[in-house]
């Protein structure tokens, strides 16, 4: 199909995908459009839950696989939309509506890419793509759920909103629950273990805790003390103070070094991350993909935000159209000029590398 009819069409489908409720674990009915442009298309193609997924025409074993990932749920719209969030509403060549930035314009743009080659021959690579659910809940049922499903990955293209520059490692994320406990007692008592007082040595800590080592394109690990919860009433002093502490981690080290090194030196009385899965990502700067997009003048940077790269363990790029800091913004929107050119660019990307 000729470029400039899949761009029409991409930009089509995203309104629909728009005008669609797909919240995350919501997303079934976002899912039924996407199998309508496979069947469109005359591509054959899966669905797992609410995961939607094809690979090239002329797979073949023993070719390195491409993943082109990106997701079709949302998160709720903000209290200070003024635009109608699930109307697709174009003005002065923004698209405006909810998933429109975060992250339509990468996913319709990644599967209209797809549809540009499915149909190739003596690809160099296979090609898998999968539109997947539940990214903006980390839930169970997306992309770390088809890993085990689709081929075996190699490399992925994620699709995130980066103004299709090339980020070439992203973040990885640990929240923590740490309890500070001291004695409880009336309030008019005299008391030299009150908990409340005891954070104030551990917030220091962890206001002046800097590791080590720090990453060319991550920088520095980012700890922030983001929630604190204690006490019941006035007169009473609690048994125990409740942190939440946020913890975006760079390439030089894993989630369970920084959990082993907090759960050893905090002063605390405990700490437990929740999770250890959401590691920080990259692609080697020497990658065909990454000399591909700096030939083509596309910059590279470390993105602090956390995407579906983070279930994935092969090489990965994230790469889209539109602002990440349009996304999870009232009245969000992206430019219709931003997925005519993600497009293109995507296209000439691969056809520097796959074809």
């Known amino acids: 199909m000729v470029l400039e009819k899949l761009t029409s069409d991409a930009i089509a489908l995203l309104k629909t995908l728009i005008e669609t409720q797909s919240f995350s674990s919501e997303e079934d009915k976002t899912a039924a459009h996407i199998e309508n442009w496979f069947k469109n298309n005359n591509i054959d193609f899966k ?3 609410n995961n939607v997924w094809a690979v090239n025409k002329y797979f073949e074993t023993g070719k390195p696989t491409l993943l082109l ?3 079709h749920d949302t998160v709720k719209p903000n209290s200070a939309y003024t635009k109608d969030p699930l109307k697709a509403h174009v003005e002065d060549g923004k698209l405006y509506g909810l998933g429109s930035n975060d992250a339509g314009g990468c996913l319709v743009s990644l599967i209209a ?4 080659y499915y149909n190739h021959k003596n690809l160099k690579y296979n090609l898998v793509i999968v539109a997947s659910a539940e990214e903006e809940s980390s839930g169970p049922n997306g992309l770390n759920s088809m890993l085990s499903i689709i081929p075996k990955v190699d490399v992925a293209i994620v699709g995130e909103p980066t103004l299709m520059n090339l980020a070439v490692a992203e973040k990885g994320l640990v929240v923590f629950d740490a309890v500070i406990e001291g004695t409880p007692s009336h309030a008019a008592h005299p008391n030299n273990n009150n908990s409340i007082y005891n954070t104030i040595e551990a917030l220091q800590w962890f206001k002046d805790l800097k590791f080590e080592k720090s990453s060319e394109a991550l920088g520095d690990v980012k700890l922030t003390v983001t929630q604190i919860n204690a006490g019941s009433q006035h007169n009473v002093v609690p048994g125990h103070v409740d942190l939440v502490i946020d913890v975006r981690v760079n390439d030089a080290y894993s989630n369970a070094e920084i959990a082993a090194f907090l759960q050893e030196k905090a002063p605390v009385t ?5 999770s250890l899965r959401l590691n920080s990502s990259s ?4 990658h065909d ?3 591909a997009g700096l030939a083509m003048g596309r910059t590279s940077y470390g993105s602090p935000t956390l ?3 983070a279930v994935l363990s092969c090489p990965s790029l994230k790469l889209g159209p539109g602002d990440s800091t349009r996304s999870h913004s009232a009245n969000e929107f992206i430019y219709v000029n931003e997925i005519e050119e993600g497009i293109k660019i995507y296209v000439e990307l691969l056809d520097r590398v796959i074809v």
């Open 47 to 49: 669905r797992t839950k």
């Open 69 to 71: 990932n990106s997701h």
């Open 113 to 116: 890419t797809f549809t540009h």
């Open 270 to 274: 405990s700490i437990k991350p929740r």
């Open 283 to 286: 692609i080697p700067m020497d």
């Open 289 to 291: 993909l990454v000399k």
């Open 307 to 309: 995407s579906d790269q």
